[in-house]
């Protein structure tokens, strides 16, 4: 079956420009994650949604950075103003349901981002 | 807060060689543990994972034991394989926390060599 997908693959951007990353979870999972992974570290959080409320969005490192879910469907992250520290790979998980402690998350391929 | 740290790669290794990645973790209440893999042009793929303590996650001859003692979760693997190089993240998610979220390690390269 189909899987998570994110658009685009890549994306170039100059600094200052806004940019909208999306993710297609898998058809009837609930729970969807955005997490951002910098060159040579690890993945960090973002965002948390729950059906199209957005419970824990800790992770979001600044107010240039949003997301929005509708349709308890597609999900798109923005950055506004990217600067060049924004760079790396942004990733979408999406699991089945609630609570989430009891579902694997399943990951899209990621969309890489890199701020000139 | 919670968080991972594992040990830096890059790691080398020939084929058939014993592989252990050290991975340990700081978080209240009880965490679930994995380790996530990510092959060369894929995406990131659950391998194997723990929910409790003393508990053993296994998958494709991989293994690690959920210490709650020694707060560690330490991959091993008897027999490498040119097909395991890959990047391996240990990860955790609960304790003090319930909205799912993963805490991740930095990630170790490891690289088998025929």
């Known amino acids: 079956g189909a899987g998570v997908s994110q658009s685009p693959s890549n994306k170039v951007t100059e600094k200052g420009k806004d940019v909208e990353l999306r993710c297609d979870p898998i058809?009837?999972?609930?729970?969807l994650y955005w997490y951002r992974q910098r060159l040579g570290q690890g993945l960090e959080f973002l965002i948390y949604f729950q059906g199209n409320s957005a419970p824990d969005k800790s992770g979001l490192p600044s107010d240039r950075f949003s997301a929005e879910r509708t349709g308890e469907s597609v999900s798109t992250l923005t950055i506004q103003r990217t600067q060049q520290e924004d760079s790396a790979v942004y990733l979408c998980?999406?699991?089945?349901?609630?609570?989430?402690?009891?579902?694997?998350?399943?990951f899209g391929p990621g969309t890489r981002l890199t701020v000139t | 807060g919670n968080s991972v740290t594992q040990m830096e790669g890059p790691v080398t290794l020939s084929e058939e060689a014993f592989l252990t990645i050290n991975c340990t973790y700081t978080?209240?209440?009880?965490?679930?543990l994995f380790w996530y893999v990510q092959y060369p042009g894929e995406g990131l793929q659950l391998l194997l994972k723990a929910t409790k303590a003393d508990d053993k996650g296994s998958n494709k001859g991989f293994e690690a034991t959920y210490r709650k003692e020694t707060t560690s979760f330490h991959l091993e693997k008897g027999s490498v394989q040119v097909s395991d190089s890959a990047v391996y993240f240990c990860?955790?998610?609960?304790?003090?926390?319930?909205?799912?979220?993963?805490?991740f390690g930095q990630g170790t390269t490891l690289q088998v060599k025929p």
């Open positions: 058809s009837g999972h609930t729970a």
């Open positions: 998980a999406s699991s089945l349901g609630f609570p989430p402690l009891q579902y694997e998350q399943y």
């Open positions: 978080a209240t209440g009880y965490p679930s």
């Open positions: 990860a955790l998610r609960g304790g003090s926390g319930n909205t799912g979220k993963l805490i």
